[in-house]
C-alpha cells in the first residue's frame, strides 16, 4: 500500500503525517509526503532554518529526527502509485484533478508556517491524532 500525503510546501504538515506512518513500521506501507506548490528549491528542513525549527524540535520530542529530510513537489508519479491521498494543502494549491481522485482525503490542519514551537506542537499532536485513526481504519 502506498500513502501520499500532501501540504503546501512539504516542510511541516505531510512531513510529520509521513514520519508518524513510518514510525509505526507497518509491512507492506509506503508512504511519502510532497508539496503541491514548493516556493524555491528541493532542501531539507534544516537548510530552511530558522523557519523549520518548530517542526523539527516538535519531532525531535516525539523521537522522530527529520531535520535531513528533504521537501519534495508532487509528481504525476506519485499520484498515480498513491493508493490513498492524504492533503493537508489549502485546496486553492491544489490541481483540481486532484480533488476528483477517488482515493483522496482531506484534512483540515492548520499550517504551521511561522507559527511558535507551542503552537506547532498542537498542530503535530492534531496529526498524530490523524494518522493514528487513519492506521487504524484504512490499514489494519
Known sequence: ?????????????????????????LPGVTVTSAGTKLSGPEMTLAELRPGTNPVIESMAEKNLRIENWRRKNMTDEMVENADFIVSMAE????????????????????????KDLDTTRRIRDTIEQLVDTFVKLCIS
Open 1 to 25: 500500500m502506498n500513502i501520499l500525503f500532501l501540504c503546501r510546501g512539504n516542510v511541516g504538515r505531510s512531513q510529520m503525517a509521513e514520519a508518524f506512518v513510518q514510525s509505526k513500521h
Open 91 to 114: 485546496p486553492e494549491t491544489e490541481p483540481t484533478n486532484l480533488q476528483k481522485n477517488t482515493k483522496f482525503i482531506r484534512w483540515k490542519v492548520e499550517d504551521p508556517k511561522d
